[in-house]
Nanobody
Framework: QVQLVESGGGLVQAGESLRLSCAAS????????MGWFRQAPGKEREFVAS??????DYADSVKGRFTIFRDNVKNELYLRMNNLKPEDTAVYYC?????????????????WGQGTQVTVSS
């Protein structure tokens, strides 16, 4: 049974940092590309960052502030978010893509977590 469980969200002030985690089980984590997406109220789910053995990719809106990394021994994915802004407020989802390509579109990801809320106050 595949599971992706996000944690680490919360309420912070602008300029502060958070680290999100995603615990994966039920599939061969190390062979999947992994991604973070987010969805704000009334908006579509959007790409944030992805990682595979090829490298990493980031949305322009988070470049230089967010860092995606993974631990293939622990089967965990992380997103370090620095200098948070109110516009970063959203539910953050981790997702698994059965391949190595770094993709930015939701249909390319097979498995999804339930999400964790991040709220940034001004």
């Amino acid at each position: 049974q595949v599971q992706l469980v996000e944690s680490g969200g919360g309420l912070v002030q602008a300029g502060e940092s958070l680290r999100l985690s995603c615990a994966a089980s039920g599939f061969t984590f190390g062979s999947y590309a992994m991604g973070w997406f987010r969805q704000a109220p009334g908006k579509e789910r959007e790409f944030v960052a992805s990682i595979s053995w090829i490298g990493t990719d980031y949305a322009d809106s988070v470049k230089g502030r967010f860092t995606i990394f993974r631990d293939n021994v622990k089967n965990e994915l992380y997103l370090r978010m620095n200098n948070l802004k109110p516009e970063d407020t959203a539910v953050y989802y981790c997702a698994a893509n059965p391949g190595a390509r770094l993709t930015t579109t939701t249909p390319t990801y097979r498995y999804w977590g339930q999400g964790t809320q991040v709220t940034v106050s001004s």
